[in-house]
Each structure stands twice: as structure tokens, then as C-alpha cells.
């Protein structure tokens, strides 16, 4: 019962943007499990999920490795699907497309299964959010929205209002990619407000960045003045800084120099711009085989089983080496790739890079590193914030048969009434406040 608190208050604080808090709390989870390896599982995954926001991506991979690892053993098919989605949106934040649509695919396919049964559980919820945001990203609008209005349907048949904030706000990102701009505000408003009435700060700061993306597009149109994009976004940096979402902060800045550079401001320009590329080594985005960065741009990466990510053509430049006198090794860390290693989705039939094991464990079992937690890694975290002692597969973008019929659109406003407007959304920023002492973000909405 301890072991299973724990778990909880951490995926609260994931939640409230307590992103060190969480990791803290998690790591208290494991120390007293009692060997229930299904929650074990669910540590590495809200661990991963922790780790996914801070912009630590081989720390995600890791953690996304162990849960894994764990639901293979036990057969878990919820386990799995969650491991599929996590995976599906690690990839498309780094803008490998076509490998976060091949694991929400997998997702999707796998919440359908009779071993799940229920077509309206969270994770077949869950799982069609990621095919509708996978979706958007390669163009196929049409489709990622029938994806996004079932999920939104079934989260108010439920009561699920976290994931209804989610399907708004990526139906916003729909528009948005639609460029009907008054639609997406109107989206991004409710996501908003919905988010703030759960405690939500994680999906109010990705709301927030949605609506700074719709005005840096009417700014660039010239529809809207420079002022502003620069005070909401100065707003959303205090927030995502404070959080600790290093890769949100990184595009934020971005966004700020291009808009200094707009306005003649020269020094700020290059002050954001030289502090962007400070967060490119922090967030470690540089190809251990070619140097390069990766992550900034559309393109094919892998995952080796020791959890770091290369170029594709770097990853499999490396496999390809016949000489013996050569090591087929990871660049990053030295750690030896056996061709029976198989990488990301060529041939090990789940998709999934199969974690090193413990030459202690007997082989198959699932070993738990408790190491992958510890909070005075990557980032440098405070570990005075402690509790007290005491695969490839073709996407299927047609609709389950069973819900053809099913009229899909069902206008969420009977959940949620925004009385918002466009010209308010940097009054909503303003409201945003940041205390210091606490590292947490508030907000007085």
C-alpha cells in the first residue's frame, strides 16, 4: 500500500509540473515494492513519462525499456500499450514521424484486442489521441480528426475530463494545421480552462504553447503586431522554466529571438538564440556517430538497446561493419551491439529495443534497476526534495467497423463554456505566476 501511495503522489505531481518532486516520489515507490512487478512497471513508465517532459530522452527510453521488459514477463497488454504510446510521442517529439506513427499504430491495434475488451477504456482513449496526433503530423488531417472527435466522444460518454483537455487541445493543433486560426484559439481556450480547473499544469502549459504557435503564425502573417506573441511567450518561458521542460524552452526561445529580431532588438536576438543553443547540449541532441543534432528537423532515428539514439544511417552504418578488428559498439557509451541486438522495429517482431540484462537474473526474468531513478543524475536535480525517513506495421486510418455508425461529433461546450476571447489570452498569461522558493507554477485562474 506504501509502494502504491507513493506511485500515485508521483503521478500527481507529474501532473502539477512537479517534475523532480515526481521522480523522487517514484523512486520511494520501488525502494518498497513488494514484488508486484505490474507496478514496478508503472514506475518505469511514470518515470519515463517524467523524464520525457524534463527533455531527457535516453533516461525515457530507459525507463520505457524496463516497463517493457516487465510487461513481456507478466503478459500485460494495458502495460504494453502504455509502453507503445510513451514510445509514440518520445518519437514524434523528436520528429522521427514515421516511427511515432508505426508505435501509435501498434497502440491503437492493441487497444482493440479482445485481451483488453473494454473499446472505452483510458488506454484505448489514450491510444487514439496518439494515432490523431501521428496523424496530423503526416498531413492526414481528415483522418486525425475522426481520431480526435471519437476519442473526445468517448472521454464524455466516461467522465474523463484529463483526457477530454488533451483531445481539445490536439483538435486545436488540427486547426491550427488547417490554418483555421479562430477555431484553434477557441480549442486552446478551453484546453485552457479545463486544465486549470483539474490542476492540470502540465496540459495548461501545452495549451499555452498551442496558442503561442497561433499567434507567432498571425504574427508572421502580419495580422497581429509583434507585442503580443513577446508577452505571451515571455510568460510561457516562466512557466516551462520553471517546470523544468527543457525542450519547450528551448523552442520558446527560438520563438523570442525571431520576434526580438522582428522588433530591431539585436542583443536580446542573439541572448535567446545563444541560450537555445545551451539547452541543445543540456538536452543532449547531439549523434554520438556524427556529432549532429537531431531532433530540431523531420528524420529517421534508432534507439540502441543501451538507450541511446543515433542518425538512422549512423545506426545502421555501424551494423554494417564486417571487419573484424572493428566493434560493432555504441558511439556514445562503448557498450557492444551484437547483430542479434536487433534495433527499433527490424525484426524482433514487438518494436520495442530489448534492454541489457542482468547476466545474474537467469536470462529471461525481468531485472529492476533502481539506479535508472536516482535524482541526482542527467539534470543535476535536488536531492534535498526527498520524502521522510520513515515496430513497423502498415497504420490502419479507417474507424473500427463497430463505430462507423456512430455520429462522432458530440460538442464538448456541454462539459466546458469558455468566455474567453482571443484578446484575452495574454491577460490569462499575465495571471500566470512563478514561485521561486517552491519551483512550482501557479496560476490564479
Do not use: W
Request: glycine residues 8%; proline residues 2%.
Amino acid at each position: 500500500m506504501r509502494a502504491e501511495t507513493y506511485l500515485n503522489l508521483s503521478r500527481a505531481h507529474a501532473s502539477l509540473g512537479g517534475l523532480e518532486r515526481s521522480l523522487s516520489y517514484a523512486r520511494h515507490s520501488l525502494y518498497n515494492e513488494c514484488g508486484t512487478k505490474c507496478r514496478s512497471g508503472l514506475v518505469h513508465l511514470t518515470v519515463a513519462r517524467v523524464y520525457l517532459e524534463m527533455g531527457g530522452f535516453s533516461r525515457a527510453l530507459e525507463g520505457l525499456q524496463g516497463a517493457y521488459k516487465i510487461a513481456m514477463a507478466i503478459g500485460d497488454p494495458s502495460l504494453e500499450l502504455q509502453v507503445y504510446v510513451a514510445l509514440s510521442e518520445l518519437f514524434g517529439r523528436l520528429q522521427d514521424n514515421d516511427k511515432s506513427a508505426t508505435y501509435a499504430s501498434k497502440a491503437y491495434d492493441l487497444s482493440r484486442s479482445l485481451q483488453l475488451g473494454d473499446l472505452n477504456s483510458c488506454h484505448h482513449r489514450a491510444a487514439l489521441l496518439r494515432m490523431a496526433v501521428s496523424l496530423r503530423k503526416q498531413g492526414e488531417l481528415g483522418d486525425a480528426q475522426d481520431y480526435c472527435k471519437e476519442a473526445t466522444k468517448l472521454s464524455l460518454i466516461s467522465g474523463d475530463q484529463a483526457t477530454f483537455t488533451r483531445s481539445i487541445r490536439i483538435m486545436g493543433d488540427i486547426y491550427r494545421k488547417k490554418m483555421d486560426m479562430d477555431r484553434a484559439f477557441h480549442q486552446y481556450e478551453q484546453a485552457m480552462g479545463t486544465s486549470a480547473s483539474l490542476g492540470d499544469r502540465m496540459a495548461q502549459m501545452e495549451a499555452m504553447d498551442g496558442a503561442a504557435r497561433c499567434l507567432e503564425t498571425l504574427r508572421l502573417q502580419n495580422k497581429i503586431c509583434n507585442c503580443r506573441p513577446l508577452e505571451f511567450n515571455t510568460r510561457l518561458l516562466e512557466v516551462a522554466s520553471s517546470i523544468g521542460a527543457k525542450f519547450l524552452v528551448r523552442k520558446i526561445r527560438c520563438r523570442l529571438a525571431l520576434i526580438y529580431r522582428a522588433l530591431g532588438d539585436e542583443d536580446q536576438y542573439n541572448s535567446h538564440f545563444r541560450m537555445a543553443n545551451q539547452t541543445d547540449a543540456a538536452l543532449g541532441l547531439n549523434c554520438g556517430a556524427c556529432g549532429e543534432l537531431f531532433g530540431l528537423q523531420p528524420e529517421n532515428l534508432e534507439a540502441l538497446p543501451c538507450a541511446h539514439i543515433l542518425h538512422a544511417r549512423c545506426a545502421y552504418e555501424i551494423l554494417r561493419r564486417r571487419d573484424k578488428n572493428t566493434q560493432r559498439s555504441c558511439p556514445a557509451c562503448n557498450k557492444q551491439m551484437s547483430s542479434r541486438q536487433q534495433l527499433d522495429g527490424s525484426g524482433n517482431g514487438s518494436g520495442v529495443i530489448p534492454a541489457e540484462t542482468d547476466s545474474t537474473d537467469g536470462g529471461g526474468s525481468s531485472v529492476i534497476n533502481a539506479n535508472v531513478l536516482s535524482v541526482g543524475g542527467l539534470f543535476g536535480i535536488n536531492s534535498d526534495i526527498l520524502l521522510p525517513s520513515t515496430v513497423f506495421c502498415n497504420i490502419n486510418r479507417s474507424m473500427p467497423s463497430d463505430t462507423e455508425n456512430v455520429t462522432l461529433i458530440m460538442s464538448p461546450k456541454t462539459m466546458y463554456h469558455s468566455n474567453l476571447s482571443l484578446a484575452s489570452l495574454s491577460m490569462r498569461a499575465s495571471s500566470l505566476t512563478i514561485d521561486s522558493d517552491r519551483q512550482n507554477a501557479t496560476s490564479s485562474v
